[in-house]
């Protein structure tokens, strides 16, 4: 199953890649200035490379992290190190930041492996929870995060593509200027109506290739769950990942999954466009039973 996943998710991110090069190429045949497109591919470049090193979705100085202490969180510390001797893993460095929903994140800084953890994170799921959160986000160092840093910007580059061959193309070279700044000014804003003007740009071609993206997100979550269970055991993980749902409240903006953990709870373009997939999901495939606990606030199914 394993192998499944990691095959799926560096098919869509090798796919995408080809399909990015082979859009530039197009533009460049239908008349883009070939110093502009360079110029363009170049800053895109040095962005890839430092998403690359930072870890591609996470960046550490930049979300106010301050250094662990062990004896702050003494449960933390020997959670790391247990699950580290059993994995046969080197310790990566620790820091504590606070999160929209306390839990561990994955990352790079400058290359070297981080993972970041909330102070209040013990508290809600224990030694044991932090044990299988922590196997989590090492399963998730290697590929995984690098893959992702592949697939950051190239959902941009294909919906400028589609905005340049369709409405841009032939136009002439002031039409062709104005309007490949105008998409630029646009690339780097997430704010949801910026956001929606870019996509219907490049007609719809930018959020397909998010979705994509993120459906590679989603296999490689699976594939991590797989390394804990692994590490730790299922129960364990499973049990970690609801207590973390059940006190996340208000709108959680690190990425759009959110810790939602029932797919009822879950429109279909949420689904789509997901980082994370549903709890609910995720311990089905880790083949356990939905916590006893968390049982009865199971919402009903909508017939």
């Known amino acids: 199953m394993t192998i499944s996943l990691i095959v799926r998710a560096w098919g869509i991110t090798l796919g995408l890649l080809a399909a990015t090069l082979l859009a530039v190429a197009a533009v460049v045949r239908t008349g883009a200035p070939l110093p502009v497109v360079g110029l363009g591919l170049f800053v895109f470049g040095i962005i890839a490379f430092l998403s690359y090193r930072s870890g591609g979705r996470y960046e550490f100085e930049h979300e106010h992290a301050r250094p662990f202490d062990p004896n702050e969180l003494p449960d933390v510390q020997r959670a790391v190190l247990e699950v580290c001797e059993t994995a046969g893993r ?12 306390p839990g561990a994140v994955v990352g790079y800084d400058d290359g070297e492996p981080v993972v970041a953890f909330d102070p209040l994170l013990p508290q809600i799921v224990g030694r044991v929870g932090v044990s299988a959160l922590f196997a989590h986000e090492l399963g998730h160092l290697g590929t995984d995060i690098h893959t992702d840093a592949i697939r950051a910007y190239t959902p941009q580059i294909l919906g400028f593509s589609a905005f340049w061959l369709v409405l841009l193309a032939g136009r002439g070279p002031f039409v062709a200027a104005i309007g490949s700044l105008l998409f630029s000014a646009l690339a780097f804003i ?13 007609l719809g071609v930018e959020p397909l290739a998010l979705a994509l993206s993120r459906y590679a997100n989603r296999m490689e979550e699976y594939r991590a769950d797989a390394y804990a269970a692994h590490v730790v055991d ?3 993980l499973a049990d970690a990942l609801y207590r973390v749902a059940a006190i ?5 903006i690190e990425d ?3 810790p939602i953990p029932w797919n009822t709870d879950r429109s279909l373009l949420f689904s789509l466009f997901a980082t994370h997939p549903s709890i609910e999901n995720r311990v089905a495939r880790l083949g356990c039973d939905i916590p006893t606990w968390a049982s009865p606030y199971r919402p ?4």
């Open 190 to 202: 997430e704010e949801r109506p910026i956001r929606l003007v870019r996509y219907a740009l490049g």
């Open 300 to 303: 009903r199914q909508i017939a």
């Open 256 to 258: 759009i999954a959110g």
């Open 248 to 252: 996340a409240t208000g709108e959680n």
């Open 90 to 101: 080197p310790v990566p460095r620790i820091v504590l930041m606070e999160m929209d929903a």
């Open 234 to 236: 299922p129960e364990t």
